[in-house]
């Protein structure tokens, strides 16, 4: 009886061109991958598929030869085909996927031997590394039903479900090859990347936090449970993390990129964030405490010192250099209106009743602007508790404003003016020592 290429492909004799050259391909490359096998039978019989394959090739990718070729099949195996149906001799071949490599090998499962499946799990991670996923899929998920002892097998369909944006259906075999090797944080650091892939960032950290606890020299472990700590805002712990890996590679762009991005991070992390709508601030973020003023530069100065790679990055962070200096610094917050009237009293007084003591307490007016020059950060604190950030006398007039009106609040200050004239020297002294105690100590 003459050779049957189709069954030698493992292909349907109703196949069409493009299966033919794919499966053939896929083959070809199986077998010429064992002609270099160490055993004389094994290498023989590749040698041989190999000279099959490429004669199944010149005639079943011919069409006027394969036509020819399909006559004499049937007239050798005895069966007439019409045409407009399926021969009824395919039933004698064996269909399959045209990218099963495993039955076109054309070798029993309770014939494989450790040599096999070693070349079988080879070939499957090449096509994997080639980017022929569905292939090695096949072939991966095939051998793990025969040898589903093997962790690598079961890494290998994980890996390959992985590729094909499989996330789900990837966590199985990760956790199957994990459970087989618990001691080998490779497979534990894949199962991680899986939950990342998900979004479900807390059991990615402790895959992370795992593989590394088995491997600690491992520096990407590390990189890995720093950044997703940071990520998880527990730059706390973290940072330390990242710090660690650029100072063992520091010429990683990755290691740089992801360190900076944590100092960026890590630099406003305490600021409040202000919307619109708010009675004294402006949509933005803000300082509170004179330290977040402080780590904030700390950070940013850090992380603009990274040689990275990044443009958009670096902008970003001269960006949040130029708002923290404008946070820094004091604002008046005091009343002009008052000090330039205790100064034309003070001046009055001197002039109705001249004394080296009143030309002295000329001066107050002066010392009491600069007594109400409030730290930015104390600003930002009143009025995100909603609180007025004003002092002393504009403090009172706020408050007036509040519960009288702007007329009530302005008739009512015409009045107490009058009866401050006279006490101007003692209000405005004991006005400068509670802004300085405030404001400067």
């Known amino acids: 009886m003459m050779l049957n290429y189709y069954e030698i492909c493992n292909l349907s004799p109703s196949a069409s061109q493009e299966e033919i050259k794919k499966t053939i391909y896929q083959l070809m490359r199986l077998w010429s991958h064992r002609t270099n096998a160490p055993q004389m039978e094994r290498r023989q019989e590749a040698e041989r598929m190999v000279r099959l394959l490429e004669e199944a090739e010149e005639i079943l990718l011919d069409e006027e030869k394969r036509k020819e070729y399909d006559k004499q099949l049937r007239r050798s195996i005895g069966i007439i085909a019409t045409n407009t149906e399926e021969t009824s001799y395919s039933s004698s071949f064996h269909e399959s996927t045209p990218t099963d490599q495993v039955t076109a090998t054309k070798e029993k499962v309770e014939e494989l031997s450790p040599e096999t499946i070693e070349e079988m799990i080879q070939q499957a991670q090449e096509l994997l590394s080639s980017g022929s996923v569905n292939d090695a899929l096949f072939l991966a998920e095939k051998l793990s ?46 199962l991680g990347e899986v939950f990342e892939k998900l979004g479900n960032q807390a059991r990615a950290l402790e895959q992370f936090k795992r593989a590394s606890s088995l491997k600690p020299d491992d520096i990407h472990y590390r990189f890995k449970v720093g950044m997703l700590m940071v990520d998880l805002d527990q730059v706390q712990n973290g940072l330390p993390l990242l710090e660690q890996c650029y100072r063992v590679a520091p010429e990683n762009p990755v290691y740089q990129i992801e360190l900076a991005k944590a100092y960026e991070k890590s630099a406003f992390k305490n600021w409040i964030t202000i919307y619109r709508d708010h009675p004294y601030l402006s949509p933005g973020i803000y300082p509170i405490r004179r330290t977040d003023l402080s780590l904030a530069d700390a950070y940013i100065n850090r992380a603009i010192q990274i040689p990275f790679d990044d443009s958009e990055l670096r902008n970003r962070l001269q960006q949040h250099k130029g708002e923290i200096q404008k946070r820094k610094g004091r604002q008046f917050t005091g009343s002009w209106i008052m000090a330039a009237l205790s100064f034309i009293f003070l001046i009055y007084t001197q002039y109705v009743n001249p004394s080296v003591l009143n030309f002295v307490f000329i001066g107050l007016p002066f010392i009491y602007i600069v007594s109400a020059l409030t730290p930015k950060y104390r600003i930002y604190q009143k009025a995100y508790q909603n609180k007025t950030p004003k002092t002393d006398f504009a403090y009172i007039f706020a408050q007036l404003k ?37 404001n400067f100590f």
């Open 145 to 190: 039903k025969e040898v589903s002892d093997r962790a690598e097998v079961w890494s290998l369909v994980g890996h390959c479900r992985f590729k094909l944006g499989n996330y789900h259906e990837a966590i199985a075999p990760f956790v199957k090859a994990s459970d087989l090797e618990p001691e080998n944080p490779e497979y534990v650091y894949d």
């Open 402 to 438: 509040e519960r009288l009106g702007a007329a009530g609040a302005w008739l009512v200050s015409v009045i107490l003016v009058f009866g401050y004239f006279w006490i101007t020297a003692f209000v405005m002294s004991i006005f400068i020592i509670y802004n300085l105690i405030r």
